[in-house]
């Protein structure tokens, strides 16, 4: 079965500061997706960055990065010199490459100190 | 604009009531979904259209009745309601890829629900 674990319910981080947000994933197909998704009170979700699983190199967005470790079926997302717009839910997620199916974590809260 | 919207962003209601939630997308994508999202809970997937056709229908209860008239346009239709519906209803799109998978999902800002 597909899944995405996010552990880490809430994380604080020093406006300026670096801060990673961990996920994992478990699929047997070898094809798949992943993607990170940032949901402000307001209540949109806000795509950030994908990345394939036959990608080679990890994804890069400006401030957010994708640490991409296959082996470990790990997705963490790194969001470098924080601000304190970043202050918001953080969603991973996974899509299979077959049909329309995403799978979401439960996310992880994130509060920037100023 | 925004990409997809959705109305109303907020809805108090009875459980006899009947209402219908809308959603609606202006970028080009051929498939829409509705989620819900639930406190301190993975966001539920409740319904799939892709091409207009309903692909994905994740034992949702029948009180919840979908409708997509064209590729731009979806409705939650809302009947009989229980106070544990009450929650945050998010519409999405994307657009299916050639290989059979789907780019990302581009959400709206989500229909709050407060079942009385």
């Known amino acids: 079965a597909q899944k995405i674990t996010q552990t880490q319910p809430g994380m604080f981080v020093q406006e300026k500061e670096a801060v990673t947000l961990d996920c994992t994933y478990d699929?047997?197909?070898?094809?798949?997706?992943l993607f990170w998704y940032k949901q402000p009170s307001s209540g949109e979700m806000i795509f950030l960055i994908y990345q394939g699983s036959y990608d080679q190199q990890n994804a890069t967005e400006g401030r957010y990065s994708l640490n991409f470790q296959k082996a470990r079926k790990s997705a963490n997302l790194v969001i470098s010199a924080s601000q304190l717009g970043d202050s918001a839910m953080y969603f991973c997620?996974?899509?299979?490459?077959?049909?329309?199916?995403?799978?979401f974590g439960t996310g992880t809260s994130l509060t920037v100190i100023p | 604009e925004t990409g997809v919207t959705q109305t109303p962003r907020h809805l108090v209601m009875g459980m006899t009531n009947k209402k219908s939630l809308k959603c609606e997308q202006h970028l080009g994508h051929n498939a829409m979904y509705w989620y819900k999202q639930s406190a301190k809970k993975p966001l539920e997937l409740m319904f799939v259209y892709s091409l207009e056709e309903r692909v994905e229908n994740n034992s949702v209860p029948s009180r919840f009745s979908p409708e997509c008239p064209n590729s731009s346009h979806l409705f939650l239709h809302l009947h009989t309601l229980q106070p544990e519906d009450s929650a945050l209803y998010l519409c999405?799109?994307?657009?299916?890829?050639?290989?059979?998978?789907?780019?990302?999902?581009?959400f709206g800002e989500g229909s709050r629900l407060t079942v009385l």
């Open positions: 999405a799109s994307s657009q299916t890829t050639g290989d059979g998978g789907t780019g990302e999902l581009f």
């Open positions: 699929t047997s197909d070898p094809s798949y997706g």
């Open positions: 997620a996974m899509s299979l490459n077959t049909g329309n199916q995403f799978y």
